[in-house]
């Protein structure tokens, strides 16, 4: 992880979805920046809800989303990609035909980010050789497995790599984006989106 302010910018995500997709992987972070979208207009925030079809099916709750913005016709530059983890994951990564579609945004994107075991499928796209990397608890040797030169270390909620940046699992898309949003645009918005939120998990 590192604290080095980026001359890049981060106005304009798109979040991957995905058949079997964790909830709160995606909703956690679609929430943060949403909320910075409204509290800041002037900023330019621009979320985008990207999917692998059209319509995908959540893990667990089985909640239907349709209308996502399919990434085969995607075209647009973006200035980070979420990756968010469930299940989902799994099947992704023995696809080569859904890997070359991720590999392909995030040729557009000056960011590659992941939630849980997203990073499975940035582990498999090769972003995380060599890398301090983390993920869900369960899925530690299976990312160990897919790229053996990761450094897996779960001691930090999210390693930033410039480029790159994972984090925990589940609620951990979180504590990611608040920190992201302290770093491109500052601790006081970051703050003021805690707040707005009301995510306060150290206070009992």
């Not at 106005?11 to 509290?39: C, H, R």
């Not at 399919?70 to 968010?84: C, E, V």
């Amino acid at each position: 992880m590192t604290n080095v302010k980026s001359n890049k910018t981060l106005k304009t995500i798109g979040i991957l979805l995905f058949n079997d997709v964790e909830l709160l992987d995606f909703a956690g972070p679609m929430q943060v920046f949403s909320s910075l979208a409204a509290l800041y207009p002037d900023l330019g925030i621009q979320v985008y809800n990207l999917g692998l079809s059209e319509s995908i099916e959540v893990s667990k709750t089985r909640l239907q989303i349709s209308g996502l913005q399919p990434i085969d016709s995607w075209t647009k530059r973006l200035d980070m990609i979420l990756i968010p983890g469930g299940l989902g994951t799994r099947a992704i990564v023995k696809s080569e035909e859904q890997l070359e579609a991720i590999r392909r945004i995030i040729s557009l994107t000056e960011i590659s980010s992941s939630v849980c075991t997203g990073s499975l499928i940035l582990a498999k796209l090769g972003q995380l050789s060599n890398k301090a990397a983390t993920t869900h608890f369960a899925a530690i040797e299976l990312l160990k497995k897919i790229d053996d030169s990761i450094i897996v270390d779960r001691t930090k909620r999210y390693h930033d790599h410039d480029n790159v940046v994972v984090s925990e699992g589940v609620s951990a898309g979180i504590d990611m984006s608040l920190y992201l949003i302290a770093r491109y645009h500052g601790q006081e918005k970051a703050d003021h989106v805690r707040k707005y939120i009301e995510y306060f998990p150290e206070v009992s």
